[in-house]
Structure formats: C-alpha cells, structure tokens
C-alpha cells in the first residue's frame, strides 16, 4: 500500500487567490463577457476551468481592438500602457494585480522619476519576456535593463550609478549572487542600490518545501510548464529528493511506482490549484493500489 500526502504548504499564493476571486465574482454577477489580459495563472488546467464558467483569454492586441467591456488584470500587473490604452477603447478594468508586484511597481517608477536626469541605470533581476517584468519595465518608459543571469551584467556600465530591484518570484540565492557581482565590478565612487524586492511567499515556500521533499520515497511536482515560481520549486525539491517529477496533469502518471516506494509526496507551485493536487493524488492511489 503506498501513502499518499498533499503537502499543505503548496497552492496558490495570495495573488492568484485574488485574481481568481475576482474573475469568479465578475463571472457570477453578470452574463456580460469578461475578458482577462493573457493567462490568468500559470496552469493551463486552471484556466480551462474558468474559461468552461465563461472566461475568455485574450492578448495585447486583442486588447487594442476591444470596444468597450470588461478586462480582467491578473496577479502579474501590466505597464502603464494597458491602462492608457483601456481608457482610449473605453474598457472597464477589474485590476487584480498583486499588491506585492503593485508595490513594486511603484517604488520602481518613484525610482526612475527621481533618477532619470543622472544617467542611473535601473536594472531588474527577472526572467525577460515575463508579464511582471514588462510591467516593472514599463514603469521605467522601458529603460530599465533586464538581468537573468550572472553573463547579463556585462551589458552594464559600471563607471554609472546603479540600482537593482528584483522580480517578485526569482530565487533568492541568485539575486544575491548578482548584489556580490555587481559590487565586485563597480568603479570607486559610483553609487549602487538594491533592493530585495523578492516575495516572501515564495521565498518561505522554499524550506518547508525541502523539508516535505525529504520526507517521502517519491515527490510528484505538480505545475504549468509556464510557472517561472514552479520551476525553481521543483528545482529544491529534486535536490531534496531526487526521485521527483515533474508533472502538469493526472494524466502523466500511467505506470505504477518501484517497489521501494512506500511514501509519495504530492506538492506544486503558486500557481497550482489544490483540485489539481487532490486529483493527482487520486491517481496515485488509483494505479498504485487498485491491486492491494
């Protein structure tokens, strides 16, 4: 008989909570169509169930050719530019952008109102491309400069001020790689701020999840392929324990476990659903022990 644990500590996080609370609450009050700008979490499944109650998903350009209605922002924020060109297309916005990346978002435009005239470089430690990094760009007028990896900082200038903030959901190790960079490289005298603007809900995420890895046989790592927060979880979780999958539905579990499985973990990243969970837990005992 194989035991089987959701770990309690995995699921949304607070943002996706309140981005899909919203569009819940939107979607019960009205048969109007209610649109959200681009995938409202990171898991495909997730949005296939909201998209069943009505929800449809639409990108930039959609956006742009929206006459009226209502647009749903999810927990990842938008650059000043979606919102200008909501008033000019007279689209009602239902703003559910996380009040972590909202922070953020301001203190990063703050940032660039009072330094644009010294030639201070504002640098972002995230994933380019992201929806949370475009938005943060955007407060920049899309100035600041977008950091992935150590390799990146030779775009910067070190004889000019610099100051570094982060994307929410980036790992905290690597952000104080780039600080420890970033100061060996700098010329004497030129100024250099950072700011661990990293969340807590994800960060915190990462020893409990650890702890939870090496406490089972095996560990299923349930995410989206699109999740940036589920890829450096099951990271953790695999050199916890290395005998750790990475899956996105039930269905990628077809064959039964080795003999010397006893335990099996079930976790997932912010953006994973606890149904979703349960559901592949369901599986597990399903192939596992139907025989038993």
């Known amino acids: 008989m194989v035991k089987v644990e959701i770990d309690k500590g995995s699921g949304?996080?607070?943002?996706?909570?309140?981005?899909?609370?919203?569009?819940?609450?939107?979607?019960?009050?009205?048969?109007?169509?209610?649109?959200?700008?681009?995938?409202?979490?990171?898991?495909?499944?997730?949005?296939?169930?909201?998209?069943?109650?009505?929800?449809?998903t639409i990108d930039h350009r959609g956006l742009e050719q929206l006459k009226g209605g209502k647009v749903l922002l999810r927990a990842h924020g938008e650059p000043p530019s979606t919102y200008q060109i909501?008033?000019?297309?007279?689209?009602?916005?239902?703003?559910?952008?996380?009040?972590?990346?909202?922070?953020?978002?301001?203190?990063?435009?703050?940032?660039?109102?009072?330094?644009?005239?010294?030639?201070?470089?504002?640098?972002?430690?995230?994933?380019?491309?992201?929806?949370?990094?475009?938005?943060?760009?955007?407060?920049?007028?899309g100035t600041a400069i977008v950091i992935e990896k150590i390799e990146d900082?030779?775009?910067?200038?070190?004889?000019?001020?610099?100051?570094?903030?982060?994307?929410?959901?980036?790992?905290?190790?690597?952000?104080?790689?780039?600080?420890?960079?970033?100061?060996?490289?700098l010329n004497e005298g030129v100024r250099f701020e950072f700011y661990d603007t990293i969340c807590r809900q994800v960060v915190?995420?990462?020893?409990?999840?650890?702890?939870?890895?090496?406490?089972?046989?095996?560990?299923?790592?349930v995410a989206g392929t699109k999740?940036?927060?589920?890829?450096?979880?099951?990271?953790?979780?695999?050199?916890?324990?290395?005998?750790?999958?990475f899956i996105s539905s039930p269905e990628e579990i077809t064959d039964p476990l080795p003999d010397f499985v006893h335990t099996v973990g079930v976790c997932g990243a912010t953006s994973t659903p606890k149904w979703l969970m349960e559901d592949v837990a369901t599986r597990i005992h399903l192939i596992n022990n139907m025989n038993q």
């Open 227 to 245: 999740s940036s927060n589920g890829k450096i979880l099951f990271e953790e979780c695999r050199k916890a324990n290395p005998n750790t999958c």
């Open 86 to 141: 909501a008033r000019k297309n007279e689209v009602e916005i239902i703003d559910a952008t996380c009040p972590v990346v909202l922070r953020l978002q301001h203190k990063i435009h703050k940032c660039y109102i009072e330094n644009r005239a010294h030639n201070t470089q504002l640098v972002i430690y995230g994933k380019r491309g992201h929806a949370e990094v475009n938005g943060l760009v955007g407060q920049t007028a």
């Open 204 to 221: 915190n995420r990462l020893p409990n999840i650890k702890r939870f890895a090496s406490t089972h046989d095996w560990i299923y790592f």
């Open 12 to 56: 949304f996080c607070f943002g996706v909570v309140n981005a899909i609370a919203n569009a819940e609450r939107e979607l019960n009050k009205s048969d109007e169509i209610l649109y959200c700008l681009g995938d409202i979490v990171h898991n495909s499944l997730e949005v296939e169930r909201l998209e069943q109650r009505g929800l449809q």
């Open 153 to 185: 900082l030779d775009q910067l200038d070190y004889t000019h001020d610099i100051i570094l903030f982060s994307q929410t959901t980036k790992s905290l190790d690597g952000f104080k790689s780039v600080v420890t960079e970033i100061r060996e490289r």
